[in-house]
């Protein structure tokens, strides 16, 4: 059950080919246009959510990325979204019959365990399917290096009382980062090579997370090294 334990970090959701033409907006535009809107989404109207559903489409329609990537994601916003449109048509037309006190209205409204849920828990799913589906964009599109790197000299900028840099702690992000990616793999090999053995032996665990532990003790004594020898290089530059 361990197996998919790293998959919701979006470390290895970069897409190298096909490239779209998302590839080629500039990665600092496109992370803090993403980012704003999604600050200001949960204020905006139900009107401009369902046109930042149908842009979403569009957008999704114009991508030549791989299927399993957007496959879900999308036939999620259209179901969910028709369902959302359908109530706010609805709720329109009851306010609507509101001011027609004089007229008898006989058309009985269809009764449906999706037609009686509230319009705020449609609102609040859309709202989440958009946020996961334009960060999902995001690290497809953009390395994840270039989106650290905007964070932290954002974070960083009016910083002055900080002990590194900007500059070092990017490096220092971007080194952690890329090392979880390689302590993810190596845990992933650890557990498919138990699983090849078909067995349920505590021993085999044990001597796996010791072995592990070993391989981080060392990684990061290496690790240390490089950072300090560069350092040094730097220094007398």
């Known amino acids: 059950m361990f197996n998919n334990i790293f998959q919701p970090l979006f470390f290895n959701q970069y897409i190298i080919s096909p490239r779209t033409w998302l590839h080629t907006i500039p990665y600092n535009m496109k992370v803090y246009l993403i980012l704003v809107y999604l600050f200001f989404l949960p204020y905006l109207h139900d009107i401009y959510i369902i046109i930042s559903i149908i842009l979403y489409l569009l957008i999704i329609r114009n991508l030549a990325l791989p299927q399993k990537h957007i496959f879900h994601l999308k036939h999620i916003v259209i179901i969910v979204s028709t369902i959302f449109l359908h109530n706010y048509i609805l709720n329109i037309d009851k306010q609507g019959m509101n001011y027609a006190n004089t007229i008898v209205v006989y058309h009985k409204l269809p009764i449906s365990i999706f037609y009686s849920i509230p319009i705020y828990i449609f609102r609040s ?94 990684d990061i004594y290496n690790l240390a090294s490089f950072i300090h020898i560069r350092k040094i290089y730097i220094n007398y530059d």
Request: glycine fraction near 0%.
């Open 125 to 218: 799913t859309i709202i989440y399917i958009i946020y996961i589906s334009l960060l999902k964009i995001l690290y497809s599109t953009t390395k994840y290096e270039n989106i650290i790197k905007c964070c932290v000299k954002q974070t960083t900028y009016n910083n002055y009382q900080s002990k590194y840099t900007p500059h070092q702690n990017i490096l220092i992000i971007i080194l952690a980062s890329q090392y979880i990616i390689l302590l993810a793999q190596k845990i992933h090999l650890l557990l498919q090579a138990i699983r090849l053995r078909n067995t349920k032996s505590y021993y085999l665990y044990f001597y796996s997370l010791h072995y592990l532990l070993n391989i981080v003790i060392l």
